[in-house]
């Protein structure tokens, strides 16, 4: 029997779906390998943490330490490392967020473990563990072995696994004090902000006229503008019309923007990458329309066209003027 | 301030076909079009406006082959001083080896600080700029949309999920691995291409950079690649743009009811 680590990814005491999305994996496949699942949870204080992770893993190991009040990768890093050593774990779990995007590689270069990120699947297969990532914009797969080490650290996408629930295991809580930490914090936390707040509501409305790097140009966020309100709905967009500034931040759909749930999406020249679908698996009835057929948005959709969004668009105004 | 930007060139996927190579470990690349990785193209731009801003240099590095070194003349035509291009040979490549080879390519060059983007287009792994930081020993934060040099140190948002983000400061020398949307890239210009025809890229080799092979094991080895598994979701509209239009119309109108519409 071995452990399957997962790192309870946590923020404003709340602790983050990803991490839930872990324990449901890790929970399998301890199930069918018959290996143990323990959440690693590093904060300052644990309370309201611990209870969001009980049930869903056979032991909780807290480090609670002041210094781990904010995420601090080096910090962080040395706990982790120390708890490693210890129990050499067959697998570690992280999620592929910002945070772990820095922890991660620091626990791979201080470790010497293989590090593989961003993962959609995590097989085990006999003594060899493999991966399942996402490559070329998401339009092909591809699976890859690890090297033979003691113990192996993955990044997980987020949304690549359900949230599960809890399996009534029965869970035991050890305390653990943190290691003499190596330096002084060297990354400094110096507040949260929110990024995507003020103007449009996106999240409130029946219709989103969602609109991609497809649309071309700047010149033709009007008439998609025009279209969502003559459709009683409200404009949104993707990452890169942002990017472009075409449009503020709170139009954004996705990840790092807003989760919405219209009874109608229409994506018009959207792409599909993994940050915007996560944010629309909420939405009745998804309708794509892009003109490379293999772009990802047509798995998220019910409805799609293989055709240029421009001239979708300038008929869906034509139409919606006619009357 | 001397600041190193990583970069990468990488086929263009978006709008293109992909097929598979015999024996499924890639796709092919010669019907690929090859462009400066979109997150780098934004690093590069920061990295020369913080350059144009307060003085320094900026040297751009990347680990490819000759042909490769387009990305590199790019750079060097948007405003970078140096370029140094890292033969990998035969080596095989993974983000591991990858931070390797980078970190023996920049220790030496002058770096108060090294930007790279958040990750690559081709293979997404996302890792490589902290992997490279925590090699060189440089203090790092991961997806950052957002910086300011102040004397010793940096301010630096990092954009986390959920429409929040993080504001932290950094000591330099430090890494920062840059979102897409921190800035707006310039246009190369006939005179910055002109510029940096004349300027020679450096190049550097495993050998000469005094790597072996027991430093450039890959963690991970790709067995098989893939179509992702069909849905079988989506129903396709048929039809020209009005066609497709009136479908469109008509679903929501359905799936909305009311007077909408």
């Not at chain 2, 999920?161 to 430090?174: H, N, R, T, W």
């Not at chain 2, 359905?254 to 007077?259: A, C, H, I, L, W």
């Amino acid at each position: 029997m071995a452990e399957i680590v997962v790192l309870a990814e946590h923020r404003e005491e709340q602790v983050r779906e990803v991490t839930l999305q872990m324990l449901s994996k890790a929970g399998e496949l301890g199930r069918a390998h018959g290996h143990r699942v323990v959440a690693a949870l590093l904060c300052a204080r644990s309370d309201g943490l611990v209870g969001a992770l009980e049930g869903r893993a056979d032991e909780i190991v807290v480090y609670e330490d002041d210094r781990l009040e904010h995420f601090d990768p080096d910090a962080y890093a040395d706990v982790l490392g120390a708890f490693l050593a210890e129990r050499s774990p067959l697998l570690v779990l992280l999620g592929h967020t910002a945070w772990s995007m820095d922890l991660a590689p620091a626990l791979a270069v201080r470790t010497g473990h293989p590090l593989a990120t961003d993962c959609v699947d995590v097989l085990l297969d006999g003594p060899a563990v493999k991966v399942v990532r996402q490559v070329y914009s998401g339009k092909m797969f591809a699976r890859s072995a690890f090297r033979s080490a003691g113990s192996y650290l993955v990044t997980v996408r987020p949304g690549s696994f359900p949230v599960g629930t809890t399996s009534g295991r029965q869970t035991t809580i050890t305390r653990a004090s943190a290691p003499v930490f190596s330096a002084a914090a060297q990354r400094r936390f110096a507040g949260f902000r929110d990024s995507s707040g003020g103007g449009v509501d996106i999240t409130q409305a029946d219709v989103l006229v969602s609109v991609g790097r497809g649309i071309g140009d700047q010149e033709n966020i009007e008439p998609a503008r025009e279209v969502a309100a003559l459709l009683g709905g409200a404009l949104s967009c993707s990452r890169p019309v942002v990017d472009k500034k075409w449009l503020p931040k709170y139009h954004q759909v996705g990840t790092s923007g807003k989760s919405v749930k219209p009874k109608v999406y229409l994506a018009l020249g959207i792409s599909g990458a993994f940050q915007h679908v996560a944010g629309i698996t909420g939405a009745g009835t998804v309708i794509a329309v892009n003109k490379d057929r293999k772009a990802p948005i047509f798995r998220a959709a019910d409805f799609g066209a293989v055709a240029d969004a421009l001239g979708v668009l300038a008929a869906l105004k034509t139409e919606l003027l006619k009357k | 301030m001397d600041i190193v930007v990583c970069v990468k060139n990488v086929p263009f996927t978006q709008e293109a076909d992909l097929v598979l190579e015999p024996g499924n470990k890639d796709v092919r690349k010669d019907n690929l079009a090859y462009v400066i990785n979109e997150w780098d193209n934004y690093a590069a731009e920061e990295a020369i406006r913080l350059k144009e801003a307060s003085g320094g240099s900026v040297t751009a590095v990347t680990v490819g082959s000759e042909e490769d070194e387009e990305v590199l003349r790019r750079c060097l035509a948007m405003g970078a001083d140096r370029a140094v291009r890292v033969d990998p040979g035969d080596v095989t490549l993974d983000a591991s080896v990858t931070a390797a080879l980078l970190a023996a390519a920049v220790k030496p060059l002058p770096h108060d600080l090294v930007l790279t983007g958040v990750q690559a287009d081709d293979m997404n792994h996302g890792v490589v700029g902290p992997l490279l930081a925590e090699r060189l020993h440089l203090c790092h934060a991961a997806v950052v949309n957002g910086l300011s040099v102040n004397g010793s140190t940096v301010e630096a948002t990092v954009e986390l999920d959920g429409g929040q983000e993080e504001l932290c400061s950094l000591p330099l020398p430090a890494l920062l691995s840059v979102q897409t949307g921190i800035n707006e890239p310039r246009y190369v210009s006939i005179m910055g291409i002109r510029r940096a025809a004349k300027i020679d890229i450096e190049v550097a080799s495993p050998d000469s950079l005094g790597l072996f092979s027991a430093d450039l094991t890959p963690d991970l080895t790709l067995e098989e690649m893939y179509l992702p598994p069909e849905t079988g979701a989506a129903e396709m509209l048929a039809g020209d743009g009005p066609a497709i239009a009136a479908r469109i119309l008509a679903i929501i109108r359905e799936k909305v009811g009311g007077s909408n519409g």
